[in-house]
């Protein structure tokens, strides 16, 4: 025993010394990280194109003839699965499609498999009820093969609906939920693994993986919660940001970690960093329409927001307060330049030199003109536009909490076919469309209400774009709004507008071939439009 005393303390010491070198190097890297994910959020198109290119496979496939219903329903059931994440309508729209198939063909594994799938992704789009539904439907003919998902799919439906609905009662059913899972798996509570266990366990997993995986962003997250819950933000804003990098490359949109990021930054006062990777949340909960995420970040995003633009205010303050001392400075030195030239003025040469120095003055005097008018046009665009949002979210909240409440009534009253007439119909989504066009011509057009007008002026007479009756603006007008406020993808104004993307590249073409100025600068001038009006006021 007293041989082996030396043998083990030197190994502990060893052990414990790799640890804190481990530790310093991860935190030396952290820098690097989030460089390598601000490159990343940068280049966030590129890995979507990839996704798009995979996706495309898949429906090409889907196009095959003789298909069988199996083919049908294991290609369906790949293009759920890359949608989820990513976009969900698309992930619902397959994944309804194989549940049909799976109760078509009498598969009652591939039936319980979809409906289980299918109401993840109804909870995620607040469906609760048609979520509750399909797990509901398939409780008593489960396999044991089945349960971990359909446990899995409980728990998260419960987190959603306490969401949704902001009630704590859910938790006491998510945790029935959570308790069963576990019985199933052999696992047990959490509450007896110590801190270390857990971090072990995490880190065994974590070694296991590929890097860049969804399975790798899944577990660095956790990761990045267990360190943050236990008080270790350094290694918390690493395992974050690996999260969040591994969550581009697989362009996924549901993802938490970048929004954890966020708000830690924004605990540690780094509000630029914490406004850029909100800003990044919002957009992909947007592009993935992931209802569960957008509600989830309501309140810490405008928090940030309004944090980021208060600092943002105070700069401003300082650079006005800079630009004062420049001005009194500008005003002495002028002054000392006029004494100098009255005491030398049989000099030309000094009488130049005094002229190139006030012509560089005023040069730069102009150029911070600019600079400040378009700091305050950007910020009033800014301000509407947040403003007009929040409106719109509450709107469509309301909205949603009556249409659920209407259907929440039809089925009290067991009106199955009304119920299925109104789950059935497009005409809520359409009417919504129009009231989002609506809202986007008014708010456009309140920003730069001579477009119509100016846009025109840039168009051969003949081929001038007048709105029918009633109408703020049309399809062409709408693609050139997007254009005038900086959104030039194709792309993104195809999804905007709900058309084909075929269909803006030919209003675009058709556009510039009208076009009374340059082709080439057609789009630039475009860009233009408003500047000088709103200079001018």
Known sequence: MNLRKPIFLKRC????????????????????????????????????????????????????????????????????????????????????????????????????????????????RGACIEARQLLDSVRWELPRSFLEPYYQTYIFFYDCYEVFSGSSRPANNRKIYRDSLRRHLGIPASNSETREQTEQRLLERLGQIPPGTPEYAKTT???????????????????????AIADIQNATKENSAILSLAKLYFDHKDYSRAYKYTQSAIEDALCSNMQFRIVRMTELSSIIIASHQDKEAKTKVKLQHYLILISVLSVVLILLFVYTYQQVRKLSRVRKELSGTNAELARLNIELSEINEQLSDTNTVKVQYIARFFDLCSMYIDKMDNYRKSLKKLAQERKP?????????????????????????????????????????????????????????????????????????????????????????????????????????????????????????
Not at 71 to 95: C, M, P, T
Not at 222 to 243: E, I, P, Q, V
């Open 221 to 243: 997250n956790s990761l990045g919660d267990h360190y943050r819950a236990h008080g270790d933000d350094w290694l918390a804003k690493k395992y974050y940001t690996l999260s």
């Open 417 to 537: 076919d009304e119920l299925y007439r109104r789950l059935k119909s497009t005409s809520m989504l359409e009417d919504e469309q129009e009231e989002l066009f609506r809202n986007f011509d008014e708010i456009f057009l309140n920003l730069y209400p001579t477009f119509i007008e100016d846009f025109n002026a840039l168009l051969v007479e003949t081929e001038r774009i007048t709105p029918k009756s009633g109408d703020l603006l049309n399809k062409e007008l709408r693609i050139y709004a997007l254009i005038r406020l900086g959104i030039t993808d194709s792309i993104k104004i195809a999804s905007f507008l709900r058309c084909s993307l075929s269909t803006v590249y030919n209003y675009r073409t058709k556009m510039r071939n009208r076009a009374a100025v340059s082709r080439e600068d057609f789009e630039k001038t475009v860009m233009k439009i408003g500047s000088i009006h709103r200079n001018d006021s």
């Open 13 to 124: 010491f060893l052990l414990l010394s790799g640890m804190i070198l481990l530790t310093a190097c991860g935190r030396d890297d952290s820098a690097s990280l989030s460089e390598q994910l601000d490159y990343m959020i940068r280049n966030k198109r590129l890995f979507d194109e990839k996704k798009e290119e995979r996706i495309d496979i898949f429906r090409r496939m889907l196009h095959v003839t003789s298909l069988t219903p199996e083919q049908e329903y294991a290609l369906n059931d790949s293009l759920s699965e890359v949608f989820y994440k990513y976009r969900l309508d698309s992930a619902i729209r397959y994944g309804e499609r194989n549940l049909e198939l799976a109760r078509r063909i009498g598969d009652r594994n591939r039936s319980a498999s979809a409906a289980i799938r299918l109401a993840r992704f109804y909870s995620s």
